[in-house]
Structure formats: structure tokens, C-alpha cells
């Protein structure tokens, strides 16, 4: 609480950015924001800048929202799409963390393999459909195999950066104090990847994310991304909009319930949190 001495010497920006210092601030600032955005909305929806079909307005997306909510078919689609993401995103993982602590550690893998992982890192993840169809059929192991290739050469880099970061120092260190293969990587190897690692998960996630979405659009079962087609098949704007807004909770929810909470973790191992 500011005294009331020191609020009047503070101007108010001063005010709003000691304000939003709390967590409380912040999210009455996003939810500020959130409403100014719906207005802007609302606004454009009144004036017709685009047709109604194709720009409903915020009362029709949010009554389909509800509707098919209450109807259990988002519920169904998200579950369906968070175990997909997930058998995806876990194999990506442990496949990214081996491949870039074997290129970290080799120089003959990290100028073989590790180019290649790095080109395929360009490479667009929609680009994996037609192979992963051929591969697999149009079915769900195909999707799940989008979402793989989608987060896979992130986490590899994201490692094979955090090994190299590490300061030789501190292997020395570790080897003079007879540190066995499983104490320096427990105690060196793993604490000083993790925050370059930590970025890559994230980074991983989100593209695992829109790999499945994107391969749900061609996939005839249930899913977002399904849902996303058949909004746009039946030329059902409020339905696609409404699916949008799903898909960008879904993935707010999981940054703040699983990487901002890794992030800040790894800052505080460090002491650079200053919360």
C-alpha cells in the first residue's frame, strides 16, 4: 500500500507501474486490456466493416462458445488434443535431450548429425504431413508423428546449446574431485543445460502445438483442429472463432502452469528471480 505522501509525488505512470508489480495489478490489467480488445470488436462488428458471416460478433461467439461447451464437445476435443500433444511432445523430449547431449559431447556427431539437426530446424513442421500420411495413413499415429517432428529439433538444440554453455571449469572440477559419469551429470551437466533447455521445451511446445493443429485439419476425427474444418465447412465463422480462442487458452494455461513456473524455477536456482 502506497502512503498517501509518496502517491501524490508519484506521477501516474509511476502509480500504474507500481500498480501492476503484483500479481493481482497484472491480471486486472490483462482483464482491462481483454475488455478493450472485445470492445474494439464490437466496434468494428456495429460499423460492418466486414459482413457478419464472415465477422460475427462477440454475443454470437460467445454464445457458440458456450454451447459447445456445455454440449461437451470442446471438452471432448481439447482432451483428445492434449493426449495427442502429449504422447508427441514426451517422445520429442526424450528424443531431443539425447540428441543434443550426444552432439554436445561428440565433435564427430555434432558436425554430422548435429547439421542436419539444425537444418531440419528450418524446415516448416506442416511439411512432415505428406510424409507422415504415406508413412502412416490418415490416422492419428500420423498426427502424432507431425507433433514429434514439429518439437524434436528445438529440444535438440535447445540442449546441445545448454552443454556447450557449460564453463570447462566446472567439469574439471568435477573430474578432480572423482566425479562419476552419473554425479557430473547429475550435478554439473543437467543444472547448467537447464536454462537454455528450458527455453527450448517451451519453444518445442509451441510448435508441437501448431503441428496438431495443423495436422488435425486433415484428420477426420475428433480434435481442435477438426473442429477449426468443420467450422470453416459449414462457413460457421462464430464456431472457428470460438475454437481460436480455445486454442490460444489452452496454450496460456499451460505457460503459466507449466513453463512460467519452470522458468522462474530455473531463475531462482540461479538467484536471478527477483521475486
Do not use: C
Not at 9 to 22: G, H, I, L, S
Not at 243 to 260: A, E, K, N, R
Request: avoid cysteine; aromatic fraction near 10%; glycine fraction near 10%.
Amino acid at each position: 500500500m502506497l502512503h498517501p505522501a509518496n502517491r501524490e509525488a508519484m506521477t501516474p505512470y509511476q502509480v500504474f507501474r507500481r500498480m501492476t508489480e503484483t500479481r493481482a495489478g497484472q491480471l486486472g490489467v490483462f482483464v482491462l486490456f481483454l475488455a478493450l480488445l472485445v470492445a474494439i470488436w464490437q466496434a468494428l462488428y456495429s460499423l460492418q466493416v466486414w459482413p457478419p458471416y464472415t465477422l460475427p460478433s462477440p454475443g454470437s461467439v460467445g454464445e457458440t462458445l458456450w454451447r459447445n461447451t456445455e454440449n461437451g464437445r470442446i471438452p471432448r476435443a481439447v482432451g483428445v488434443s492434449i493426449r495427442r500433444l502429449a504422447i508427441g511432445y514426451a517422445l520429442s523430449v526424450g528424443a531431443g535431450i539425447t540428441i543434443g547431449s550426444f552432439t554436445a559431447t561428440s565433435r564427430l556427431a555434432d558436425s554430422t548429425v548435429g547439421k542436419v539437426v539444425l537444418g531440419m530446424q528450418s524446415l516448416p513442421s506442416v511439411a512432415w504431413l505428406p510424409l507422415a500420411v504415406l508413412w502412416f495413413g490418415l490416422n492419428e499415429q500420423a498426427i502424432i508423428f507431425v507433433a514429434f517432428m514439429g518439437s524434436l529439433f528445438s529440444v535438440a538444440i535447445s540442449t546441445n546449446s545448454g552443454v556447450k554453455s557449460i564453463p570447462p571449469l566446472l567439469r574439471q572440477v568435477g573430474l578432480t574431485y572423482g566425479a562419476s559419469r552419473w554425479q557430473m551429470y547429475r550435478h554439473i551437466i543437467v543444472p547448467g543445460m537447464m536454462p537454455s533447455l528450458a527455453g527450448g521445451l517451451k519453444l518445442g511446445w509451441s510448435f508441437a502445438w501448431r503441428s496438431l493443429m495443423a495436422g488435425e485439419l486433415l484428420f477426420a476425427g475428433l480434435g481442435l483442429g477438426q473442429m477449426l474444418e468443420r467450422g470453416r465447412d459449414l462457413n460457421d465463422m462464430s464456431l472457428v472463432i470460438a475454437t481460436m480462442l480455445v486454442i490460444i487458452s489452452v496454450g496460456l494455461v499451460m505457460d503459466q502452469l507449466i513453463f512460467g513456473r519452470l522458468e522462474h524455477w530455473v531463475l531462482e536456482r540461479r538467484g536471478l528471480s527477483s521475486k
